[in-house]
């Protein structure tokens, strides 16, 4: 029952006159601020997608391209990264992009109360116009990370009018320099835009509105998009892909993934920090050995997506190699718990409330309670779930990173000291020595040491226990063409067509 009246409003849809214009594209959960200064849910980066463009774009394979800005160069060995913008370009609000209004809109990242961009930007110093279509952001000191976050919200420019602007204010009407601008949103039901005629690149935007959808239910996104309700939906579940590749009605896109599904432990982030799981590595040592992720992956996914213990996958130049994936050890994890002074242990487990985390969680809860951990499960829609987080209102969580090109992108703003996304406050001076080791250098071995070095620490302390990196999957109606297949999952609208109303 719940599914069908879940079905109604969007079935609804149908029934009114067609259009080739209005693209209908479906999310796992409804995202938090339209804010790309504060925002921190992968559903806002959907969104963000068609709303704000960057300085700069990553390609299918990784490669940095150009968007708002059309050149780039490292000045001063490597203490300045100097922008050439993009003639032509307009915000929302008509304003001009401009080597003053870039630099505004950076800073804005850096000055904001709660940005969760500063820790993303670095060591920067000044931010400052060094020509009328030019912004240069100094640094003081090399940060070789830097250019790959100016490829994802920290690049994301507002027009000098809102840079100063944040709460329900900015909220209203976000001026961004992107294909479309916000004309509404109904919390947990919709957002919508509509085309901005003086994008730069209008000749490759196809649809004259967007509708975004958070639909929690896997099977009822896929209902919708079988139905002709959606155009586009985030994250097919494994389990849907071989009835999906059966039906001429619907495709699948397919690509690989920057990100990774962990659970994170509250070790120091107020009262409810104060718990075996919290405050003893060897209780957290025995939840990782009671999982085994491989079956997991197979049981919960289909076998499709990648086991992983870290923050890539083990391909790549920067997996710490010393530490590879522990198999599933039952005997030891009891063994451990005894020696932290429990027979058996209870953690209470919080889960965004869709269908994928739910099956993982699942999964996860029996083999824990064979080593004699006791989970219990609370399913909390995503944006509260990560309010709390933020608050310290959780002992464990279960969540995913959409991940960066730059692994510096993936655990520094979790595993440093007092930074935004570090919910259970972790805090370990070595690992961070380490990890700015490796910031400062922009030599891959040495950059590889320093974090194969942190990373002995902070796998040993377990503040989070990463559990698997998916592929990208979307769907689509039959009639879209043009979706790329990009490894951040993000659903570009340029070049898409083939709407069906």
């Given at each position: 029952m719940r599914r069908i009246l879940a079905l109604l409003p969007l079935l609804a849809c149908l029934a009114q006159p067609a259009t080739a214009q209005h693209l209908r594209i479906g999310l796992t959960s409804d995202p938090d601020v339209l804010d790309p200064t504060l925002s921190?849910?992968?559903?806002?980066?959907?969104?963000?997608?068609?709303?704000?463009?960057?300085?700069?774009?990553?390609?299918?394979?990784?490669?940095?391209?150009?968007q708002l800005a059309t050149a780039w160069r490292w000045d001063q060995d490597g203490r300045a990264l100097v922008f050439t913008l993009r003639d032509g370009v307009r915000f929302h609000d008509g304003e001009a992009l401009t080597g003053e209004a870039a630099a505004t809109g950076l800073r804005r990242h850096l000055e904001t109360q709660g940005s969760t961009r500063r820790a993303e930007m670095g060591p920067v110093s000044e931010i400052v116009a060094t020509g009328p279509m030019e912004v240069t952001i100094r640094l003081s000191e090399p940060f070789a990370p830097l250019l790959a976050a100016l490829a994802d919200r920290a690049g994301m420019l507002v027009s000098p009018r809102q840079a100063r602007i944040t709460g329900a204010d900015f909220q209203r009407e976000p001026a961004c320099a992107g294909p479309f601008r916000l004309t509404r949103r109904i919390a947990q039901d919709r957002i919508e835009l509509e085309r901005f005629d003086g994008y730069w690149d209008r000749a490759n935007i196809h649809a004259q509105r967007v509708t975004y959808r958070p639909i929690t239910d896997s099977t009822v996104r896929l209902a919708n998009l079988r139905?002709?309700?959606?155009?586009?939906?985030?994250?097919?579940?494994?389990?849907?892909?071989?009835e999906m590749r059966r039906d001429q009605r619907v495709r699948v896109v397919q690509a690989p993934s920057l990100a990774t599904f962990y659970i994170a432990i509250n070790v120091a982030n107020g009262a409810r920090a104060q718990t075996p799981l919290g405050q003893d590595a060897r209780v957290r040592e025995a939840l990782e050995l009671a999982i085994d992720r491989q079956a997991l992956v197979n049981v919960a996914f289909e076998g499709?997506?990648?086991?992983?213990?870290?923050?890539v996958p083990p391909d790549h130049p920067f997996y710490a190699r010393s530490v590879p994936m522990p198999a599933r050890d039952v005997a030891r994890a009891r063994t451990l718990l005894r020696e932290a002074g429990h027979q058996r242990v209870r953690i209470k487990l919080s889960v965004p409330n869709t269908t994928d985390y739910l099956q993982a969680s699942e999964v996860i809860?029996?083999?824990?309670?064979?080593?004699?951990?006791?989970?219990?499960?609370?399913?909390?829609?995503?944006?509260?779930?990560?309010?709390?987080?933020?608050a310290g209102d959780f002992e464990a969580l279960m969540i995913q990173w959409s991940g960066r090109a730059d692994l510096d992108g993936n655990i520094y703003a979790f595993y440093a000291c007092g930074v935004p996304l570090n919910g259970g406050r972790y805090c370990n001076r070595d690992v961070d020595a380490a990890m700015i080791e490796a910031r400062r250098s922009?030599?891959?071995a040495v950059r590889a040491a320093a974090y194969d070095r942190a990373a002995r620490q902070y796998l040993a302390d377990r503040p989070y226990i990463n559990l698997w990196q998916p592929l990208t999957l979307h769907g689509v109606g039959a009639s879209m063409q043009g979706l790329r297949a990009v490894p951040d999952g993000l659903i570009r609208v340029q070049g898409l067509t083939g709407a069906r109303g």
């Amino acid at each position: 029952m719940r599914r069908i009246l879940a079905l109604l409003p969007l079935l609804a849809c149908l029934a009114q006159p067609a259009t080739a214009q209005h693209l209908r594209i479906g999310l796992t959960s409804d995202p938090d601020v339209l804010d790309p200064t504060l925002s921190r849910t992968v559903t806002g980066r959907q969104v963000f997608a068609a709303m704000c463009d960057k300085l700069v774009d990553i390609n299918e394979k990784l490669e940095i391209v150009p968007q708002l800005a059309t050149a780039w160069r490292w000045d001063q060995d490597g203490r300045a990264l100097v922008f050439t913008l993009r003639d032509g370009v307009r915000f929302h609000d008509g304003e001009a992009l401009t080597g003053e209004a870039a630099a505004t809109g950076l800073r804005r990242h850096l000055e904001t109360q709660g940005s969760t961009r500063r820790a993303e930007m670095g060591p920067v110093s000044e931010i400052v116009a060094t020509g009328p279509m030019e912004v240069t952001i100094r640094l003081s000191e090399p940060f070789a990370p830097l250019l790959a976050a100016l490829a994802d919200r920290a690049g994301m420019l507002v027009s000098p009018r809102q840079a100063r602007i944040t709460g329900a204010d900015f909220q209203r009407e976000p001026a961004c320099a992107g294909p479309f601008r916000l004309t509404r949103r109904i919390a947990q039901d919709r957002i919508e835009l509509e085309r901005f005629d003086g994008y730069w690149d209008r000749a490759n935007i196809h649809a004259q509105r967007v509708t975004y959808r958070p639909i929690t239910d896997s099977t009822v996104r896929l209902a919708n998009l079988r139905s002709g309700a959606l155009d586009v939906m985030e994250r097919v579940s494994p389990s849907d892909v071989a009835e999906m590749r059966r039906d001429q009605r619907v495709r699948v896109v397919q690509a690989p993934s920057l990100a990774t599904f962990y659970i994170a432990i509250n070790v120091a982030n107020g009262a409810r920090a104060q718990t075996p799981l919290g405050q003893d590595a060897r209780v957290r040592e025995a939840l990782e050995l009671a999982i085994d992720r491989q079956a997991l992956v197979n049981v919960a996914f289909e076998g499709l997506w990648v086991p992983a213990n870290q923050a890539v996958p083990p391909d790549h130049p920067f997996y710490a190699r010393s530490v590879p994936m522990p198999a599933r050890d039952v005997a030891r994890a009891r063994t451990l718990l005894r020696e932290a002074g429990h027979q058996r242990v209870r953690i209470k487990l919080s889960v965004p409330n869709t269908t994928d985390y739910l099956q993982a969680s699942e999964v996860i809860q029996a083999m824990a309670a064979e080593a004699g951990i006791d989970i219990e499960i609370q399913l909390i829609e995503t944006a509260t779930l990560l309010n709390q987080w933020t608050a310290g209102d959780f002992e464990a969580l279960m969540i995913q990173w959409s991940g960066r090109a730059d692994l510096d992108g993936n655990i520094y703003a979790f595993y440093a000291c007092g930074v935004p996304l570090n919910g259970g406050r972790y805090c370990n001076r070595d690992v961070d020595a380490a990890m700015i080791e490796a910031r400062r250098s922009v030599d891959p071995a040495v950059r590889a040491a320093a974090y194969d070095r942190a990373a002995r620490q902070y796998l040993a302390d377990r503040p989070y226990i990463n559990l698997w990196q998916p592929l990208t999957l979307h769907g689509v109606g039959a009639s879209m063409q043009g979706l790329r297949a990009v490894p951040d999952g993000l659903i570009r609208v340029q070049g898409l067509t083939g709407a069906r109303g």
